[in-house]
């Protein structure tokens, strides 16, 4: 059985910074894709950034050399490094694992606000 434990959200001032944690109880993390997805009120969950099990990453356009993706599969533990945030990044943050099938997290909410 496959979860997944996001942390590290919160409320952040435009600008600065948050580093979300994604702990996955799982025996194939190694060779799983990690994501993260966003969702924001009224609108359809969002690719933030994805990395496949060679390290190779993939970023939605609207945060692309803002946020960074990495993994560290000695902990079974993806992390999502964001930067100069914006309001616009307001959102319940999702943690996944594609391996065949997508497993999901039960999310973070992310606030942006002065």
């Known amino acids: 059985q496959v979860q997944l434990v996001e942390s590290g959200g919160g409320l952040v001032q435009p600008g600065g910074s948050l580093r979300l944690s994604c702990v996955a109880t799982?025996?194939?993390?190694?060779?799983?894709?990690m994501g993260w997805y966003r969702q924001a009120p009224g609108k359809q969950r969002e690719l933030v950034a994805t990395i496949t099990c060679d390290g190779s990453s993939n970023y939605g356009a609207s945060v692309k050399g803002r946020f960074t993706i990495d993994r560290d599969n000695s902990q079974n533990t993806v992390y999502l490094q964001m930067n100069n945030l914006k309001p616009e990044d307001t959102a319940v943050y999702y943690c996944?694992?594609?391996?065949?099938?997508?497993?999901w997290g039960q999310g973070t909410q992310v606030t942006v606000s002065s």
């Open positions: 799982m025996s194939a993390f190694r060779i799983s894709t």
């Open positions: 996944s694992s594609t391996l065949g099938y997508t497993y």
